[in-house]
């Protein structure tokens, strides 16, 4: 099964509830660029998202950025604390996100029955892929 989401609708879903405009840019099948203006007098805020290595039980991303950037992903991280979802563990000092998919509460009835397979960037959207249990 492959769930495909395009950039559209992941910019159209953060809008709605965060109220931020995020652009995402294809790099390759395996990177992203995002990218927010907080305001029209202030630059935009930019990283580069890279799926490093992936297995069904394990996601692990990597981001570049500018050292502003950074430390601005610092403090939202430390303001933030405990709010991230069970599962999800951001290192602001090696700049990587790591993600267990069995130990977000949403994904739990999915993966009892299919198992992760694939993540890729297309030109204008993420893929997903599983198999069946």
Same mark, same amino acid.
């Given at each position: 099964?492959?769930?495909?989401?395009?950039?559209?609708?992941?910019?159209?879903?953060? $809008?709605?509830?965060?109220?931020?405009? !995020? &652009?995402?840019? @294809?790099? %390759?099948?395996?990177?992203?660029?995002?990218? @927010?203006?907080?305001?029209?007098?202030?630059?935009?805020?930019? !990283?580069?998202?890279? =799926? %490093?290595?992936?297995?069904? *039980?394990?996601?692990?991303?990597?981001?570049?950025?500018? $050292? /502003?950037? /950074?430390?601005?992903?610092?403090?939202?991280? /430390? @303001? /933030? +604390?405990?709010?991230?979802? #069970?599962?999800? #563990?951001?290192?602001? %000092? %090696?700049?990587?996100?790591?993600? @267990?998919? &069995?130990? =977000?509460?949403? !994904?739990?009835?999915?993966?009892?029955?299919?198992? !992760?397979? *694939?993540?890729?960037? +297309?030109?204008?959207?993420? $893929?997903?892929?599983?198999?069946?249990?």
């Amino acid at each position: 099964m492959k769930i495909t989401a395009t950039f559209k609708e992941i910019h159209d879903i953060i $809008n709605k509830e965060f109220n931020i405009r !995020l &652009h995402m840019n @294809y790099i %390759d099948d395996k990177s992203v660029e995002l990218s @927010y203006r907080p305001s029209a007098i202030l630059p935009a805020i930019s !990283l580069k998202l890279h =799926i %490093d290595a992936m297995r069904s *039980d394990v996601v692990c991303l990597s981001y570049e950025c500018e $050292n /502003a950037t /950074a430390m601005l992903i610092a403090g939202a991280m /430390a @303001y /933030a +604390g405990d709010k991230l979802p #069970e599962g999800v #563990e951001v290192k602001t %000092d %090696d700049k990587r996100i790591i993600i @267990y998919p &069995h130990r =977000i509460e949403k !994904l739990e009835g999915l993966l009892e029955v299919m198992t !992760l397979s *694939d993540i890729c960037f +297309g030109e204008k959207e993420v $893929n997903i892929a599983f198999t069946l249990s």
